[in-house]
């Protein structure tokens, strides 16, 4: 039986004895575990999210040239490193010299 489930037990028991008061403790308790639900979903969406991003931090490869790589990637994509520095995205660096997401010039930045 989950929390919600007891609660509801409960509420039918109460509503037996036609108690006002009582009533509304049990629907502030189940508003109560309605958000410690909510909270719970919340922090599981936010450690798996902190998971896949320590993940991704540690297959990270600095190249002198300015440029990361993926440890394990067969094309070795090159990746913007003020991107992935300031805001942990992974913006591939094409042909150009510029990355389109900061413009940064990174083919000259190590010359």
């Given at each position: 039986?989950?929390?919600?489930?007891?609660?509801?037990?409960?509420?039918?028991?109460?509503?037996?004895?036609?108690?006002?008061?009582?009533?509304?403790?049990?629907?502030?308790?189940?508003?109560?575990?309605?958000?410690?639900?909510?909270?719970?979903?919340?922090?599981?969406?936010?450690?798996?999210?902190?998971?896949?991003?320590?993940?991704?931090?540690?297959?990270?490869?600095?190249?002198k040239d300015f440029y990361?790589?993926?440890?394990?990637?067969?094309?070795?994509?090159?990746?913007?490193?003020?991107?992935?520095?300031?805001?942990?995205?992974?913006?591939?660096?094409f042909d150009t010299d510029?990355?389109?997401?900061?413009?940064?010039?990174?083919?000259?930045?190590?010359?």
């Amino acid at each position: 039986m989950n929390i919600l489930d007891g609660v509801k037990n409960i509420s039918k028991i109460v509503r037996q004895y036609n108690d006002l008061e009582l009533n509304q403790q049990i629907i502030d308790l189940t508003q109560q575990a309605l958000d410690l639900i909510n909270e719970n979903v919340r922090l599981t969406q936010e450690n798996e999210e902190l998971k896949k991003a320590n993940d991704l931090e540690s297959r990270i490869i600095r190249h002198k040239d300015f440029y990361i790589t993926l440890r394990d990637d067969e094309q070795e994509i090159h990746y913007c490193t003020t991107c992935w520095g300031k805001d942990h995205k992974l913006i591939q660096l094409f042909d150009t010299d510029r990355c389109v997401e900061c413009e940064r010039k990174w083919r000259e930045a190590n010359r």
